[in-house]
């Protein structure tokens, strides 16, 4: 199995690092619309937003904030919130103070880490290794009384290198392949009942892409608290799944946000072979070429 502390960071150990000139600390903070409830009426859009006035009012001491829905996606690509270019992530994160030379620990208030998770997704994709999620996020910070601050910090800007890293992100042409040859395991990472199609989102199809299998993120963290489970509890999961270690496999759900949770999750467990599909449902399903599959 991977090193656990490759990925994750425990409080205590932030906060003893809080003044360390390797180390960034990124609030990722935001949010995205609840699941609908099957019958009911749904809010129209996407929904998806950043929570900087959250960041403004109180945050882990010297951490920037990254608004998850502009700072690191394109905003020229016609599917929402794709993974910006690279020239757009390097100025993003020279911006903010983040170097080659940094490890950068990120974390927001999302049970599953969702916006942490893809941050650090972002950062490996474009070659950035020296990254780590908040176990229990910003919420256990809060919780053990550990300081916060309202004082926006000014870092000097940095020299980051993009170097992108095509195996992490996959594409509708690498998931139509893994469909036909049988290649890859297709996770989906959304809720069972968006899986299903008793459940959906405005503007999008019912169901999933045909041969998925269902690993909603929930699954994979102690929802009471925030933290991960434990990594032979993760690794269960993914084996009773019928994961192997060895075979690619690519996760998707609405946006790849929620994907990057478990393929964090994966990684964590020790299976290296894993892509986020990025355009994920929000593309797929608005792709009538493209099949899907419905639970009966």
Not at 27 to 35: A, F, H, K
Not at 171 to 179: E, K, L, Q
Not at 216 to 228: A, F, H, I, K, Y
């Amino acid at each position: 199995m991977a090193d656990r502390g490759d990925f994750l960071v425990e409080t205590d150990w932030l906060h003893d690092h809080l003044d360390d000139g390797e180390v960034r600390v990124v609030d990722i903070r935001g949010s995205v619309p609840p699941v609908p409830t099957p019958g009911a009426p749904a809010a129209a859009g996407l929904g998806y937003e950043g929570a900087y006035d959250e960041y403004a009012a109180a945050h882990i001491p010297g951490a920037v904030y990254l608004d998850w829905t502009k700072d690191i996606v394109d905003p020229d690509d016609e599917i929402a919130v794709q993974v910006a270019t690279a020239e757009q992530f390097t100025a993003t994160m020279e911006r903010a103070g983040i170097g080659d030379e940094h490890l950068v620990i990120a974390y927001d208030t999302h049970p599953a880490s969702t916006f942490a998770t893809r941050l650090w997704w972002a950062l490996r994709y474009y070659g950035h290794t020296r990254v780590a999620v908040l176990n229990g996020g910003f919420a256990k910070w809060q919780r053990e009384n550990r300081p916060v601050s309202g004082e926006i910090p000014s870092l000097a800007p940095a020299t980051f290198t993009a170097r992108a890293q095509p195996s992490l992100r996959a594409t509708a042409p690498d998931v139509v392949s893994a469909m036909a040859d049988g290649r890859a395991t297709i996770v989906d990472a959304r809720d069972p009942g968006q899986y299903s199609g008793s459940v959906v989102r405005p503007g999008n199809r019912a169901g999933h892409i045909p041969g998925a299998i269902n690993i909603p993120r929930e699954d994979l963290v102690d929802l009471s608290t925030g933290t991960w489970l434990p990594t032979t509890e993760l690794a269960g999961i993914f084996a009773d799944a019928g994961l192997a270690p060895d075979r690619p496999i690519v996760a998707y759900c609405n946006g790849g946000v929620a994907a990057a949770s478990v393929h964090f999750g994966l990684a964590v467990a020790g299976y290296p072979r894993v892509a986020n599909y990025d355009g994920s449902w929000n593309e797929w399903s608005a792709r009538t070429d493209l099949p899907v599959e419905v639970d009966q």
